[in-house]
């Protein structure tokens, strides 16, 4: 396919270029710098490459948290499935009221009671809440405003007619569509299912994620360490953020410098695994073999992402596995986990929520060297003083600097354009909590 060079990001959604077309001829579509790309532009390209699993699986309800949803849920029942009384108190027709406002009680409902299905004209019924209301009775009154005495109520001031009564329906009517297919399921979620009655449900298989930090210098948890090697900190850091996603982990720990053996890796990975992220050599250094790889097997696009830290980062295709290079700096490949590679493996999952991550504007309690260029995610720590939360940075910044970020409970987002932040400026503030 020929493609204009002038054509834009919202063309790949509408006339599909392809990631092979993009690969090989970059100048293509007018947004795709591969030396300074935007976050922005980044993602959008990202999120619109990726390919939404469609392989689904029936799970126990109780097994569907952080699962999510194959199909527009549909409920079979109205619910409640009957009018009830949303108060302990005494149910009556309200056009039988006189003047007096005195009935007589001659039964009682409690939640559960299904024997009394209908009261006289005149008459009152002591109810209890969550009592399924029988015929006869339009309104209840509460316990609290009735004189109850010799199995008679009187009351000064009668109810509106209607009140009290929780009507069937009144939350979700049958035939409603009460979750739309693509939903994640949390709790509420899974209380809202269980309401409807369903056992079980059709939730999108999860994602296969091989994973594996790259580098000869990198040496697992457990082992004695020599000057000038590192330990695999990535490793638990990818593993975790990915775990959080409830996605299965292939984990095959560190793989050394060494275009062979890189290479059957991948090979291999992409035909077990739906994405595949690396840590480590997708920079331009001389053992930085992830480029060279992914040109002989796959299709990529190595970006320079605009972005402190997490400046170099790929993302390409093997077959039909998607590859996230991150970079190895440990900050770094947490940063860009969190910002780009999070979303996309939502919308992978088959998650239809296409919401940003949130931000707060928070007034920043230190000034900041900013230089124009690159969005900066800086690590921070929200803390109140007198009774107003406030931002400041958690010291040095370096892209290996990883106590940085358990120190933090948050980014400064400071935007490509934006200067030094001057003490007492207000800044944007993503919650780390966000990322859960
Ligand atoms: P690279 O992206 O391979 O050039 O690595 C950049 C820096 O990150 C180097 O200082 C590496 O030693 C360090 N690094 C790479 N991979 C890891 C890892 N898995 N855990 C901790 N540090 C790493
Ligand atoms: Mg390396």
Redesign the pocket.
């Known amino acids: 396919m020929k493609i204009n060079i002038s054509m834009n990001l919202n063309t790949i959604m509408t006339k599909k270029i392809t990631l092979r077309n993009l690969s090989k001829e970059p100048g293509c579509l007018a947004e795709y710098d591969p030396n300074s790309m935007s976050i922005d532009s980044a993602k959008k390209m990202i999120d619109s490459f990726i390919e939404p699993i469609k392989k689904t699986e029936s799970v126990k309800l109780i097994n569907s948290i952080n699962r999510i949803l194959a199909v527009d849920l549909i409920s079979p029942i109205n619910v409640p499935n009957y009018d009830n009384s949303a108060m302990d108190g005494f149910g009556f027709k309200f056009s039988s009221l006189k003047n007096t406002k005195t009935l007589n009680v001659k039964n009682k409902v409690l939640a559960g009671n299904l024997k009394i299905n209908h009261i006289k004209d005149d008459e009152a019924i002591k109810i209890m809440t969550g009592g399924k209301i029988p015929n006869g009775v339009d309104t209840v009154i509460p316990i609290e405003l009735v004189n109850y005495k010799n199995n008679q109520i009187t009351f000064t001031e009668a109810p509106k007619v209607g009140s009290n009564i929780r009507k069937a329906g009144e939350d979700i009517r049958k035939k409603d569509i009460v979750l739309k297919k693509g939903t994640l399921i949390y709790p509420s979620q899974l209380g809202l299912i269980a309401s409807l009655g369903f056992s079980k449900i059709k939730v999108f298989k999860k994602l296969k994620v091989g994973f594996f930090?790259?580098?000869d210098?990198?040496v697992q948890v457990g082992k004695k360490i020599k000057s000038g090697q590192?330990?695999?900190?990535?490793?638990f850091t990818i593993h975790s953020m990915l775990s959080r996603l409830n996605v299965e982990c292939l984990d095959l720990e560190?793989i050394p410098?060494n275009k062979k053996i890189i290479k059957n890796t991948l090979k291999k990975l992409s035909n077990q695994a739906d994405v595949i992220i690396t840590?480590?050599?997708?920079?331009v250094?001389e053992?930085?073999y992830m480029k060279e790889v992914l040109k002989e097997i796959g299709e990529v696009l190595f970006w320079k992402l605009a972005i402190k830290p997490g400046r170099?980062m790929a993302f390409g295709k093997i077959k039909n596995t998607d590859f996230f290079g991150l970079?190895?700096?440990?900050v770094?490949?947490m940063v860009t986990f969190y910002q780009i590679v999070q979303s996309a493996l939502k919308i992978k999952m088959g998650s239809n929520l296409k919401q940003k991550i949130p931000t707060l504007k928070v007034e920043c309690s230190e000034s900041i060297f900013k230089k124009p260029g690159r969005t900066e995610f800086v690590r921070g720590i929200l803390y109140e003083s007198d009774g107003v939360w406030k931002v400041k940075t958690t010291g040095k910044q370096g892209?290996?600097i990883?106590s940085s970020m358990s120190k933090a409970n948050c980014f400064i987002v400071l935007t490509s354009n934006k200067r030094n932040v001057k003490s007492g400026e207000i800044v944007d503030v993503q919650l780390m909590e966000s990322f859960v």
């Open positions: 930090s790259t580098g210098e990198i590192v330990y695999d900190s990535n490793h560190v410098d840590s480590g050599g997708v920079s250094g053992a930085d170099p970079p190895g700096n440990p770094s490949a892209s290996g990883l």
